[in-house]
């Protein structure tokens, strides 16, 4: 009788991996914003995943796992550095998400909606994003561009999904607030909200 002999530790990492590192890179984009630092931050987590083949081979639901673990190392990143995203929203989505992304923020400020063409809106969009903090703009990212749903999130960053909620609310809010705060938004019609 041959014994049965595994496959080496390097074939056994990649078939495991392999197929996530699309969705990872995708999600670390959204994260980044940017492709150099999505591809340096994927290769950073595999690297640092490897050593633990064992315990990843032990892992159900690998995906969501990965996504966890890309998601703090990047926050990690984010806290040692002290820096944000450099591109904007408008760089990251897709313009058929940024359309309904845009939309969906213009219809409920009725002033906005009124006023405002997504064109103009985008720049300042993007400029008040980039005041959000990294973990609000992630959320945000993942919920009103791609998405996700509360539930994903919740599980990605393991909080409660209550939490994720009222997280999406006060993020919605506080880009309503300055929104409505940028007068530049109204200038062109003669017309500044008070």
């Known amino acids: ?7 080496a530790r390097p074939a056994r990492f990649e078939k495991l991996v392999q197929p996530h590192l699309e969705a990872m890179y995708r999600f670390a984009f959204r994260l980044a914003g940017q492709q150099q630092d999505a591809e340096d931050l994927v290769q950073d987590v595999v690297v640092k995943l490897y050593p633990h083949l064992d315990e990843l081979e032990g892992i159900e639901q690998l995906r969501p796992w ?10 990690d990143q984010v806290r ?3 820096r944000r995203a450099d591109r904007p929203v408008s760089d990251v989505a897709e313009p058929e998400q940024q359309a309904t992304f845009l939309d969906s923020y213009a219809a409920d400020v009725p002033e906005l909606a009124e006023q405002i063409s997504a ?8 400029s008040v994003i980039r005041e959000l903090s990294p973990d609000m703009r992630t959320l945000m990212l993942l919920h009103d ?3 996700w749903s509360q539930e994903d999130i919740a599980r990605v960053l393991e909080i409660p999904v209550g939490t994720v909620k009222s997280r999406v609310h006060r ?4 880009l309503k607030k300055k929104l409505l705060e940028r007068p530049e938004l109204f200038q062109q019609t003669g017309r500044v909200e008070q």
Not at 171 to 174: G, L, N, P, T, V
């Open 66 to 75: 990965l996504n966890r673990v890309l998601y703090r190392h990047f926050i």
């Open 119 to 126: 064109e103009r809106l985008k720049p300042i969009m993007d």
């Open 171 to 174: 993020c919605r809010a506080s």
């Open 1 to 7: 009788m041959i014994p049965f002999r595994r496959p």
């Open 145 to 147: 561009v791609d998405g």
């Open 80 to 82: 040692r550095k002290g």
